[in-house]
C-alpha cells in the first residue's frame, strides 16, 4: 500500500522535511517515534485542524493518529473523524453526543 508521504512531490517531502527539523517540527517527530512519513503526516493534520479549528490535534481527547495514517487516510479526513469521534467537539459542531 502507498503511503501519504510517498505520494507527495519531492518538493512537498522536502518543505515538510524543512519543517520537521525545525523547533516546532520536533514535537510531531516525538509524537511519531521518529518515523518521518507519519511525523510529516501529523504535522499537517494539525496544521488543518488548528487552520479550521483554532485548536491542535494535540488540544482533542486521545484518538487512533496512527491507525489512521496506516489506513490510508488523508491528514484532512483523520481531522474530520477525531473531531466527530471527539465529545465535546463533536456536541459544539453539532455532533449526536
Same mark, same amino acid.
Given at each position: 500500500m502507498t503511503t501519504w508521504w510517498q505520494?507527495?512531490? /519531492? =518538493? @512537498? @517531502? $522536502?518543505?515538510? %522535511?524543512?519543517?520537521?527539523? =525545525?523547533? @516546532? &517540527? #520536533? #514535537?510531531?517527530?516525538?509524537? $511519531?517515534?521518529?518515523?518521518? &512519513?507519519?511525523? =510529516?503526516?501529523?504535522?499537517a493534520a494539525d496544521h488543518t485542524c488548528i487552520r479550521r479549528l483554532g485548536v491542535s490535534i494535540f488540544?482533542?481527547? *486521545?484518538? &487512533?493518529? %496512527? *491507525?489512521?495514517?496506516? =489506513? /490510508?487516510?488523508t491528514p484532512a479526513a483523520a481531522v474530520r473523524d477525531a473531531v466527530a469521534d471527539d465529545d465535546t467537539f463533536g456536541m459544539l459542531l453539532g455532533g449526536d453526543r
Open positions: 505520494t507527495l512531490t /519531492g =518538493a @512537498r @517531502r $522536502a518543505a515538510l %522535511r524543512e519543517a520537521l527539523n =525545525a523547533e @516546532r &517540527g #520536533q #514535537q510531531y517527530l516525538e509524537a $511519531a517515534d521518529g518515523a518521518e &512519513g507519519f511525523a =510529516a503526516w501529523l504535522l488540544d482533542l481527547s *486521545d484518538w &487512533g493518529w %496512527r *491507525d489512521a495514517y496506516d =489506513a /490510508g487516510a
